[in-house]
């Protein structure tokens, strides 16, 4: 059974601050997902990364996927209150089947 | 094409009534996903299918857990003699069979009373 481990759980900090959340798994992954999901709706897809030590960047968020697809981190810059949400990563599954999802970093920005 | 559509949004039920939920696909999507979520806890995987064949079905899901997609397009789940532990956010996925990039719909939020 391939897991992601998610850290932290929760995560408040003040508007401005920069922030890393972390995706960790001991299973290989053909690629992962990182999904923002707001309450009561589902989760919106960020950005995909395939290449070991790949690194995306999207506006003030910077994704970065590990050497051995194991792992993966996100570094958000200057937050802001719009940031507020359900982070989760997802790893895709060989032959593109299923997903395996992890249990989420809780970001709270307060203005 | 204005993404996935999930029927009904929010479902109240009493406990041992069936329900079923209805997910409507990106057209040009052949995968369809159905997860479960819980408070606190990430999407939990239920079953998919690629066009009109299941593929694969969670082990951890009941015999009162089915799914059909009759045609390759829309899909249906439907929960028989729900539980009070049936609980839970119901959300559907589409995506390209070559890649795991999910599109998801907002989701049905079911509460067993």
């Known amino acids: 059974t391939q897991l992601l481990e998610q850290s932290p759980q929760f995560l408040s900090i003040q508007e401005g601050e920069n922030l890393t959340v972390y995706c960790n798994s001991s299973?290989?992954?053909?690629?992962l997902q990182w999904y923002r999901q707001e309450p009561g709706e589902g989760p919106v897809l960020l950005v995909t990364v395939v290449t070991g030590g790949e690194v995306k960047k999207l506006k003030r968020l910077t994704f970065q996927f590990g050497d051995a697809r194991k792992d993966s981190s996100l570094h958000i810059t200057a937050a802001q209150p719009g940031d507020t949400g359900l982070y989760l990563c997802a790893g895709g599954g060989t032959n593109a089947g299923k997903s395996t999802f992890g249990d989420g970093t809780t970001l709270t920005v307060k203005p | 094409d204005t993404g996935v559509s999930q029927d009904p949004r929010h479902k109240i039920t009493k406990r041992g009534q069936n329900v079923t939920f209805r997910c409507d696909p990106i057209s040009e999507h052949n995968r369809l996903y159905w997860y479960r979520q819980t408070l606190g806890q990430g999407p939990e995987f239920l079953t998919y299918?690629?066009?009109?064949?299941?593929?694969?079905k969670s082990r951890l899901l009941s015999d009162r857990f089915s799914a059909e997609r009759p045609k390759g397009s829309f899909s249906t789940l439907e929960i028989q003699r729900t539980e009070q532990g049936d609980s839970a956010m119901y959300l559907c996925?589409?995506?390209?069979?070559?890649?795991?990039?999910?599109?998801f719909g907002s989701g049905t939020r079911l509460t067993v009373v």
């Open positions: 299918f690629q066009n009109e064949a299941q593929l694969e």
């Open positions: 996925a589409s995506s390209l069979r070559t890649d795991s990039v999910y599109t």
């Open positions: 299973s290989v992954f053909s690629s």
